[in-house]
């Protein structure tokens, strides 16, 4: 469970850097209105200069503050936004993975082996992982290329950098893109299609 | 690292069993610890007749100024209108509770939304007081005084029952409410009735 409150990514780290901004100048706002409020009281007349400009940089506080508020809430309205995409972009991703591990008929224990492979996992790990000898995974992972018909580690995780980078790819429910029978003679056969609509 | 990486696999295969959703947004959580610490201070190491004393007030009377501008200006969850000061929501939120069934509330539930506005007020009152305290006209008036230190018997009671109602809400509905307030979002089990 993470609890880092310093956020990593930029947008989050705009955002937080943005609020204390607001924060601050709201403050210094306050400040300067209580002070002109007090000034006013003592001896009101707006015709002194400096209590005129006093005045005026209150407001320009003032304005200032709610400018930058209105901007923060776009802001996370934005990192809103791009976060459901994102969600949508992963739940579509796992779709297309299942359907790919369904066309292939692999094993239970493959889809592990094959999610930790598309993870980037080596098969040292992996076993380790799955508490097995590094020689069962080497022969899953075999079987997997072999069902995939792909020829290794770096072909079998191109079929899904294939999926993404398509056109295609999340366009509603065009059933081509998912489509495996399409990659089951390798990525070579797919290749000119996807630089198509890649382009 | 290893384990690390077992955790990660283990989450996707069980996605869509608890999802992060972004409740509080870095204003809100500024000014809520922001708050937090100007009443912890003022409250206790801070000699509540030196003029700091008087500062830090100011300073809480400020962020709840902030906050309440932000209530109107701000994003969906920090609006007013997610947490609408309700009693009639708020019984029907107590049946639930009372009957065991788990509603959960993205923005405060209505109970603790109650909570808020109290707080908000004893604070503006505290400040307000205070200030009188200072002015020529009101100082030394012993019904301002009464009502300053009356008022923060007020707050102290509505901050133990603030960290109680928390204490409870996490145990009863399960999402880290204090995580939430540092992080900003709440683990959201999936598939629960939202409000």
């Excluded at chain 1, 009101?44 to 005129?52: A, E, V, W």
């Excluded at chain 1, 999610?115 to 995974?137: H, Q």
Aim: glycine fraction near 10%; aromatic fraction near 8%; charged fraction near 20%.
């Amino acid at each position: 469970m993470k609890w880092t409150s310093w956020p990593a990514k930029p947008k989050e780290r705009r955002a937080t850097i943005l609020a204390g901004l607001i924060l601050w100048q709201a403050l210094c706002a306050l400040f300067f209105i209580g002070d002109v409020i007090e000034d006013f009281r003592e001896d009101g007349h707006l015709d002194d200069p400096h209590l005129f400009l006093e005045t005026i940089a209150a407001l320009a506080l003032v304005a200032g503050v709610m400018f930058l508020m209105v901007e923060l809430r776009s802001l996370l309205a934005r990192m809103g936004d791009m976060q459901v995409g994102l969600r949508v972009a992963r739940g579509n991703m796992a779709d297309v993975m299942k359907t790919f591990f369904d066309e292939w008929a692999l094993t239970d224990a493959e889809r592990d082996v094959a999610i930790m492979i598309l993870k980037g996992l080596d098969n040292e790990t992996i076993a380790e992982v799955r508490s097995t000898a590094s020689g069962t995974v080497r022969a899953q992972a075999t079987s997997i290329y072999a069902k995939s018909g792909t020829h290794g580690r770096a072909q079998f995780i191109s079929l899904f950098m294939e999926e993404l980078m398509s056109g295609e790819f999340g366009g509603g429910d065009s059933g081509e893109t998912r489509d495996p029978s399409r990659s089951q003679s390798g990525p070579a056969a797919t290749g000119p299609k996807g630089q198509e609509t890649l382009f | 690292m290893t384990l690390g990486s077992v955790m990660t696999t283990d989450q996707s295969r069980g996605r869509g069993s608890v999802r992060e959703v972004a409740v509080w947004d870095p204003l809100v959580r500024l000014i809520h610890w922001s708050l937090a610490l100007a009443i912890l201070l003022n409250s206790t190491i801070i000699d509540e007749d030196s003029k700091v004393h008087a500062w830090v007030g100011y300073t809480a009377l400020g962020l709840v100024g902030t906050r309440l501008l932000w209530a109107v200006i701000g994003p969906k969850h920090a609006r007013f209108s997610a947490f609408p000061p309700s009693p009639m929501r708020t019984v029907r939120y107590l049946r639930a509770v009372f009957a065991g069934e788990k509603e959960l509330h993205l923005s405060h539930n209505p109970l603790g939304a109650l909570m808020v506005y109290n707080l908000w007020l004893t604070v503006i009152a505290l400040g307000v007081t205070g200030h009188m305290m200072t002015t020529i006209s009101f100082y030394g008036v012993d019904w301002v005084e009464e009502a300053h230190e009356i008022a923060f018997g007020w707050l102290m009671a509505s901050v133990a029952l603030h960290v109680a109602g928390v204490a409870f809400d996490t145990w009863h509905s399960g999402v880290n409410l204090v995580r939430a307030m540092i992080v900003g979002r709440k683990n959201w089990p999936k598939g629960r009735e939202t409000e």
